[in-house]
């Protein structure tokens, strides 16, 4: 039978409190939990059972099991592995005796339950990991609501890219050119994902004023850098997206955090600022073609003599991709403003991560980092600004085109083909926009000193 939740004052919106089902066969035990969790606004079932639970379960949504081991015809181990199988985002608690170890851990193998919480309880460590629970569930759902967001637009992504695929089947007569143009569509494909990820990943910084494009711009950097360093093609795309979701993690974090560098930290923020990379990790350790990626989100705070976080790892222990993140994230944060308090011109930065090779960083990564960031300069040299007015098909864009707000419109290394070129030309038009992008050292009417794509 459910226990009311306290009501909202009139006037106020409404939100709906979490479901807690106590599953017990002893009712002095169910007394003693439903009074415990009455005070913290929880709406209470409760079962005696096994299999009453289950009926509870199949009749409204429950968010977190907590079930007794030892109870007649279906034990809690049997019980959770039910509902993990059946009910899988509902949180799964186990309350057991010492005598209870080898069932524990068939409860830990067979029902995935979250903790399991010896008897008799401590009233304070029951609320608070029922609190823990509860609100990493809440971040799990709203993670895959996000994700489920940015596959809805990788899928609009891979539909378009379909449609022009056709185009190219319709003419494509030899078997050879039919072959082509399928490595082509996984190349595509793969640039659709990548494009969904980027995003996603300007989707988090509109949480925070200015740092818009930090992390493409840290991903191009580290995967420019991977490449310098030998990674192969599978490596340097791990680095680039690990560079692109780094700071998944920080998604949970109020917005007094997200609004000041993190030298400006209390001593509670630092502590829940690293946290944020095992956060990460566990964020993406769902989608199977990111496991790679996950690891290196986890590890990107590590340092090179031992003394970073989550776990301390040192030297060759850090993977390479994630000793690569780590520099380029420091760096841009040092040229922007966001890692320190005051924003660092080029030299100064480089000569800041010079002083940390060996406590904070792998001297041969930052070599080949600060030797990209020359190259990259050299690079942006010659490349040149061009209105869309002067748009040719050929044409790569050099530098991603934003809109003023930051959203990606296109990727840099995007060829402009005509039909594109037209629309963005009628954009302009209707919208009464200058509509400007640097693309890769052609003739262009003037060159452009330094990276520039606006759009209103």
């Known amino acids: 039978m459910a226990e009311p939740a306290p009501t909202a004052p009139r006037g106020t919106a409404t939100v709906t409190p979490p479901t807690v089902l106590l599953v017990d066969d002893e009712p002095s035990v169910l007394s003693a939990l439903r009074r415990l969790f009455r005070s913290q606004g929880y709406r209470i079932e409760q079962a005696t059972s096994g299999a009453e639970a289950l009926l509870v379960l199949a009749m409204q949504p429950i968010d977190l099991v907590i079930s007794d081991m030892r109870m007649p015809e279906?034990?809690?181990?049997?019980?959770?592995?039910?509902?993990?199988?059946?009910?899988?985002?509902?949180?799964?608690?186990?309350?057991?005796?010492?005598?209870?170890?080898?069932?524990?851990?068939?409860?830990?193998?067979?029902?995935?339950?979250?903790?399991?919480?010896?008897?008799?309880?401590?009233?304070?460590?029951?609320?608070?990991?029922?609190?823990?629970?509860?609100?990493?569930?809440?971040?799990?759902?709203?993670?895959?609501?996000?994700?489920?967001?940015?596959?809805?637009?990788?899928?609009?992504?891979?539909?378009?890219?379909?449609?022009?695929?056709?185009?190219?089947?319709?003419?494509?007569?030899?078997?050879?050119?039919?072959?082509?143009?399928?490595?082509?569509?996984?190349?595509?494909?793969?640039?659709?994902?990548?494009?969904?990820?980027?995003?996603?990943?300007?989707?988090?910084?509109?949480?925070?004023?200015?740092?818009?494009?930090?992390?493409?711009?840290?991903?191009?950097?580290?995967?420019?850098?991977?490449?310098?360093?030998?990674?192969?093609?599978?490596?340097?795309?791990?680095?680039?997206?690990?560079?692109?979701?780094?700071?998944?993690?920080?998604?949970?974090?109020?917005?007094?955090?997200?609004?000041?560098?993190?030298?400006?930290?209390?001593?509670?923020?630092?502590?829940?600022?690293?946290?944020?990379?095992?956060?990460?990790?566990?964020?993406?350790?769902?989608?199977?073609?990111?496991?790679?990626?996950?690891?290196?989100?986890?590890?990107?705070?590590?340092?090179?003599?031992?003394?970073?976080?989550?776990?301390?790892?040192?030297?060759?222990?850090?993977?390479?991709?994630?000793?690569?993140?780590?520099?380029?994230?420091?760096?841009?944060?040092?040229?922007?403003?966001?890692?320190?308090?005051?924003?660092?011109p080029t030299d100064a930065a480089k000569a800041a991560l010079r002083e940390a090779v060996n406590s904070r960083y792998d001297p041969q990564v930052v070599e080949a980092l600060l030797a990209e960031v020359d190259a990259m300069a050299a690079t942006a040299r010659a490349d040149v600004e061009v209105d869309v007015s002067n748009l040719r098909p050929g044409m790569k864009l050099a530098a991603d085109l934003l809109t003023a707000k930051g959203v990606v419109l296109l990727p840099a290394g995007h060829v402009f083909q005509a039909a594109l070129i037209a629309k963005l030309r009628d954009l302009a038009e209707r919208q009464n926009i200058t509509l400007t992008m640097r693309v890769v050292g052609v003739s262009a009417p003037k060159p452009a000193p330094a990276a520039r794509a606006v759009a209103a």
């Open 74 to 344: 279906m034990d809690g181990a049997t019980l959770l592995a039910q509902v993990r199988q059946n009910y899988p985002t509902a949180v799964r608690i186990l309350l057991t005796g010492y005598a209870d170890i080898s069932a524990t851990i068939a409860a830990i193998n067979q029902g995935a339950i979250h903790r399991y919480i010896a008897k008799p309880w401590d009233d304070q460590e029951m609320l608070l990991v029922v609190s823990e629970a509860l609100r990493r569930r809440e971040l799990e759902l709203e993670n895959a609501r996000l994700l489920s967001i940015t596959q809805a637009q990788n899928d609009a992504l891979a539909a378009l890219n379909q449609s022009l695929e056709e185009r190219v089947n319709e003419r494509t007569q030899a078997l050879a050119a039919s072959n082509r143009d399928l490595a082509q569509a996984h190349r595509d494909i793969e640039a659709q994902f990548t494009l969904a990820v980027t995003v996603f990943s300007g989707l988090l910084e509109m949480r925070q004023d200015g740092i818009a494009g930090h992390a493409r711009r840290v991903a191009e950097l580290a995967q420019r850098t991977a490449a310098r360093l030998g990674l192969d093609a599978a490596g340097q795309r791990d680095v680039q997206l690990a560079a692109l979701l780094h700071d998944i993690g920080k998604i949970g974090f109020p917005d007094a955090m997200l609004g000041k560098p993190v030298s400006k930290f209390t001593t509670d923020e630092v502590t829940r600022y690293q946290r944020h990379p095992a956060d990460g990790e566990a964020a993406l350790m769902p989608l199977v073609k990111l496991q790679g990626v996950a690891v290196l989100v986890r590890q990107h705070h590590e340092r090179f003599d031992g003394r970073g976080f989550p776990d301390g790892l040192r030297g060759p222990g850090i993977l390479l991709g994630a000793r690569i993140l780590a520099v380029a994230s420091d760096y841009d944060g040092l040229i922007s403003g966001n890692l320190a308090e005051r924003v660092y």
